[in-house]
């Protein structure tokens, strides 16, 4: 059992950089792969970023080279840097975790666990 909370949402304006965090607690040993989701009103969840237990990393092109992903076992936190936001990148984003044999999928299906969200809002 794998508890998730997300924090570090907000508003900001194009151009701007968010944190995003996810406090992971529970059995974390046994995750595999986490990821970032995002969601906008009247769409599905979308992958935006994965890493693995190795630490590789994969991205959604429309974030590639603004989003850096990373974890920090030790503290068992998930982490997004957000650089350069655009208005296309507000929506509630999620943290999620995969357990067993995964890769840095970005695949919603693969993953079990997730968080209850947190907002990022872009004005331009």
């Known amino acids: 059992q794998v508890q998730l909370v997300e924090s570090g949402g907000g508003s900001v304006q194009s151009g701007g950089s968010l944190m995003l965090s996810c406090a992971a607690s529970g059995n974390t040993g046994s995750i595999g792969c986490m990821g970032w989701f995002r969601q906008v009103p009247a769409k599905e969840r979308e992958g935006v970023a994965a890493v693995d237990k190795i630490g590789s990393t994969r991205y959604h092109d429309s974030v590639k080279g603004r989003f850096t992903i990373s974890r920090d076992t030790a503290k068992n936190t998930l982490y997004l840097q957000m650089n350069n936001l655009k208005p296309e990148d507000a929506g509630m984003y999620f943290c999620?975790?995969?357990?067993?044999?995964?890769?840095?999928?970005?695949?919603?299906?693969?993953?079990?666990?997730w968080g209850q969200g947190t907002q990022v809002t872009v004005s331009s």
């Open positions: 999620a975790a995969a357990y067993g044999y995964c890769t840095n999928t970005l695949l919603r299906i693969a993953y079990r666990d």
